[in-house]
């Protein structure tokens, strides 16, 4: 694991998008994308390039089941609004979170994604070491797949949300070896809140309970963390 300390989220930002644009370089044609706080940065640095992404294919991770690309809390909308309306891809993935058949839907986005396998992953991390909807548990074996939301998540997602009841309780999620098939892994963390599974997915042991410790088994992973994030590592 290659890990770089950051002054803050806006620097952790620019060293994802330099991660990027020497991908992109050198021939990376699929990019992984995630939602969420972390990545914001790292999108506006892309809006604001001169990158063309127009040949290229994204695949978010994961998606809420019921709601529709135009809620402004899916998944679709968060990726239109920070990337896709300014910097269009020629192929962009998301699952259907309207899909009738969760099943079928799964399938499907397994499929997409062994068709196009990732050059980068961008990812975040949970609180609780969640990579995607990949909650603790979540056998290391895993391929897209229906996940049912724990109150932890439900929580940490409802302050996007006018009231928690609102927060949908299941998704459909990229699975952790679909996740560690991707050539090479960007996480960024940041903030206090990430510091216990900062240290437990980098120094504690590799085990379903903290997912994101797989990444640990990974031979290209870089981690952008700021100081704070990185403050509990020894
Ligand atoms: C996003 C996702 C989640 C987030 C994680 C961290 O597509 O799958 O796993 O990456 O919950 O979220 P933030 O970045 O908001 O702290």
Redesign the pocket.
């Known amino acids: 694991m290659k890990i770089i300390i950051t002054k803050d989220n806006i620097e952790g930002g620019t060293k994802a998008f330099e991660i990027i644009k020497t991908g992109m370089k050198n021939g990376a044609k699929v990019l992984g ?7 914001i940065p790292l999108y506006s640095d892309m809006v604001d390039s001169d990158l063309d992404f127009s040949d290229m294919t994204s695949i ?3 998606e809420y089941y019921g709601l529709a690309p135009d809620n402004d809390q899916s ?1 679709h909308y968060f990726m239109q609004h920070h990337l896709f309306d300014q910097k269009p891809f020629k192929h962009s993935y998301i699952p259907n979170g309207l899909a009738k058949n969760i099943h079928e839907e799964v399938d499907h986005y397994n499929k997409i994604i062994e068709e196009n396998p990732i050059d980068i992953q961008i ?5 609780n070491g ?5 909650e603790p548990g979540t056998p290391f074996g895993s391929l897209t797949h229906e996940v049912k939301l724990t109150e932890n ?1 439900i929580k ?2 409802s302050r996007f949300f006018d009231n928690i009841d609102d927060v949908p309780r299941q998704a459909i ?1 990229m699975g952790i070896r679909s996740i560690m098939n991707s050539k090479k892994i960007v996480l ?4 206090e ?2 510091q216990d599974a900062i240290k437990a997915m980098i120094e504690g042991p590799v085990t379903e309970e903290v997912p994101a410790s797989i990444l640990q088994d990974h031979p290209d992973v870089t981690i952008i963390c700021d100081e704070v994030a990185a403050a509990k590592l020894s």
């Open positions: 994308l995630a939602t969420g706080s972390s990545p978010n991770l994961d998944y990812l975040g991390i949970g609180g969640h990579i995607a909807f990949n998540t940490a997602n999620c960024l963390a940041f903030g809140s990430k």
